[in-house]
């Protein structure tokens, strides 16, 4: 635990914070620069005591029911709130459900990408974003509601035959089984884990073998259904807040791969084009 960080680091933000940033009425009388030790004590449910100790380097290591209770105080922002759980030498928990909304500069990002094929996955493998040229290259039933791991398993949607379709199985099971144990109460992943285990015996046998897999590079060939064999590089940006993964797929610069990829990119810009143009 680093007591001294800890300390400095809750006095910069309380100092940091205004009376009407929590509801309070502007007093220009205030001597207290920001926020007092006893309005956060109170808005983080903590004897003033206690919290007087943290900001004096003195206090024992913080609970994470206490901590969870300071970054609400203090108004963190997530990588705020994880920079604090650091300091006080733990890992801050995730929250109850795996994150199914995109973040808007990650969706802005998936726009500027107009020949890379490019999709968002949460924890559960739902993709919850892509751009046009990730519809033309994986199929055009990928949406909201399309889910890679029921698609791997179940047969769910466009599944092209691809080199490394049983590497990514255990991929798919790999982050499952982390999404598993931060999400426990995740109503939505445990019915999909109940599907998996019901429908698929390779993914029971995947599930009790325990993979671990970090995301990273790699190569497959797909053989896509009107462009024919592709072989495509896919690698993986992480969106760490959100605990979702950018997938974007490539190919290499020059190659036959390539030519088809920038032909789908061409096709999808004219078909955006002439929807354009139709609308009055």
């Known amino acids: 635990m680093a007591r001294h960080e800890l300390a400095r680091f809750l006095r910069d933000r309380r100092e940091g914070l205004r009376p009407q940033d929590i509801g309070l009425p502007a007093d220009p009388h205030r001597r207290t620069p920001g926020l007092r030790r006893e309005e956060v004590a109170e808005l983080a449910h903590m004897s003033v005591d206690y919290y007087t100790r943290l900001e004096q380097a003195r206090g024992p290591r913080p609970s994470p029911r206490i901590l969870d209770g300071l970054a609400a105080a203090l108004r963190l922002a997530p990588a ?55 519809r033309a290259l994986l199929g055009d039933g990928l949406g ?76 497959k060939t797909i053989d896509h259904p009107t462009a024919g064999p592709l072989r495509l590089n896919c690698d993986v940006l992480l969106v760490p807040e959100d605990d979702q993964e950018v997938v974007l797929i490539t190919a290499d610069p020059g190659s036959p791969s390539a030519r088809t990829i920038r032909g789908l990119a061409d096709a999808v810009a004219d078909r955006t084009s002439a929807m354009d143009a139709s609308v009055p």
Do not use: C, K
Request: hydrophobic share 40%.
């Open 80 to 134: 705020e709130r994880s920079h604090l759980f650091r300091l006080a030498g733990t890992s801050a928990p995730p929250g109850a459900r795996a994150v199914r909304r995109v973040r808007p500069h990650v969706a802005q990002m998936l726009r500027r990408l107009p020949d890379t094929a490019a999709i968002v996955t949460d924890a559960a493998y739902d993709v919850v974003a892509w751009n046009p040229l990730a």
């Open 144 to 219: 909201r509601d399309t889910n890679l791991a029921r698609r791997r398993f179940l047969g769910r949607g466009h599944v092209y035959e691809s080199s490394s379709a049983e590497e990514f199985g255990h991929i798919v099971v790999a982050r499952l089984r982390r999404a598993a144990d931060r999400y426990p109460r995740d109503t939505a992943l445990t019915a999909l884990l109940g599907e998996l285990r019901t429908g698929s015996e390779e993914f029971r046998q995947i599930w009790e073998e325990r993979p671990v897999h970090a995301p990273g590079h790699r190569t």
